[in-house]
């Protein structure tokens, strides 16, 4: 058989490429004999930067400041070609950099994002791919712009304070101090998100609460940002005030659209794309994908569904190891996973399970090994 080991990461437990060499071990274990071909994947939030390097590259690390200005060190990756880079905002300004206490999307920043984009223009990079999942903030970008030498000023004509509680304060956008190599960069965002930046579906009202903002705070962030886009289209002639998908990441889709030019394409086909998934296919007798919580969030267009259809159009059947399943079987296989396959075999508390990801992985895949050698 030929086996492609395709999953995702397990959020809070086992990376991309943890999880295929889990499923790998079990499978081995399990004595099914297989040529098995790891392509770990992931659709622009979490482990997008390790799935892009899983084919070549290398990866760079950068001083940044984090969501809140503290000084951190952060990862991208420039890949073989050495003219595009990979960026994964959650390095700099992600969720999992701050504790729950810490959530505050009036305060938090791009700040950081913005510095590893500049560093990695300054590398050389002419092609940026920009992930957007999991990120801390609700500032329409404008902290990574400061970062890129954008000047947002006030009244006074003082720069402005970075977080999104305070675009509400900017008056001036003064653009003269952007790096002019950026006209001749290539900006590709990569996300699955088609929430427009305003309005009840938008960047503040759907993805501010996981940020930790309080219906007070929502109200707020959504004054601040469409006083910030109506800047933008009043000062550079843009108007990204409804386009769908800028609501991406509190909204910095729309910031890297307006200033840069950015263009959003999916982030799970950028990465098959990139590994050459559809070449693998060809001659493969099974799929293997996963991710740690199975939901209706994944039917639509997250990354295992982007590796079924895909599957799916070549002859391929696919198998889905997931840490949680939360959504009917019947939907899943008409999405294109054939079959699911929860690895929790017994009752247990959640932080148990992810403790123990890396075994409970490694079992799953045993027991899959084993049926796949059922003769009929």
């Given at each position: ?19 295929a ?26 482990g ?27 990862r ?12 994964e905002?959650?390095e700099?300004?992600g969720l ?15 700040y ?6 500049q560093a ?19 500032d ?5 712009l ?6 947002l ?5 003082a ?9 509400g ?8 101090g ?29 993805f ?9 705070m ?9 006083h ?8 550079l002639?843009?108007d990204?005030?409804?386009v ?41 007798d099974?799929v ?8 209706e ?5 997250k ?11 070549h ?7 997931v840490?949680g ?52």
């Amino acid at each position: 058989m030929k086996i492609i080991l395709a999953p995702g990461a397990y959020k809070s437990s086992l990376s991309a490429v943890q999880v295929a060499e889990a499923l790998a071990r079990g499978l081995r274990r399990s004595g099914l004999r297989a040529e098995l071909i790891a392509l770990p994947i992931a659709d622009g939030g979490d482990g997008t930067l390790d799935a892009f390097l899983a084919a070549g590259g290398e990866t760079r690390t950068v001083p940044v400041l984090d969501p809140l200005d503290r000084p951190i060190t952060a990862r991208y990756a420039l890949l073989p070609d050495g003219e595009t880079a990979v960026i994964e905002m959650a390095e700099a300004s992600g969720l999992r950099l701050l504790s729950h206490e810490e959530l505050n999307p009036l305060r938090a920043s791009t700040y950081g994002t913005g510095q590893l984009l500049q560093a990695a223009v300054d590398a050389g990079a002419r092609r940026l791919i920009i992930g957007l999942g999991g990120s801390a903030t609700v500032d329409g970008g404008a902290g990574c712009l400061q970062a890129l030498g954008v000047k947002l000023l006030d009244s006074t004509g003082a720069e402005v304070a970075r977080g999104g509680g305070q675009l509400g304060t900017i008056r001036t956008i003064d653009t003269t101090g952007l790096d002019p190599r950026w006209k001749q960069t290539v900006v590709t965002i990569a996300s699955d998100v088609n929430n427009p930046p305003l309005g009840p579906e938008g960047a503040a009202a759907v993805f501010g609460p996981q940020k930790g903002a309080s219906p007070e705070m929502i109200a707020h962030l959504e004054t601040s940002l469409a006083h910030f886009f109506t800047l933008v289209h009043d000062h550079l002639g843009v108007d990204v005030r409804a386009v769908p998908g800028g609501g991406a990441a509190g909204a910095f889709a729309a910031g890297l659209m307006a200033f840069l030019g950015g263009r959003i394409a999916s982030g799970i086909d950028l990465v098959l794309e990139h590994n050459g998934f559809a070449g693998a296919l060809v001659g493969a007798d099974l799929v293997i994908t996963g991710e740690g919580q199975m939901d209706e969030q994944t039917v639509y267009g997250k990354g295992p569904i982007g590796v079924a259809r895909l599957a799916r159009s070549h002859g391929v059947p696919t198998v889905a190891v997931v840490g949680g399943l939360n959504v009917d079987d019947a939907v899943l296989r008409a999405a294109g996973i054939d079959a699911a396959l929860p690895i929790v075999v017994r009752p247990m508390p959640l932080e148990e399970a992810l403790a123990r990801a890396d075994e409970l992985v490694e079992r799953a895949a045993f027991r899959l090994g084993g049926l796949l050698q059922i003769k009929p």
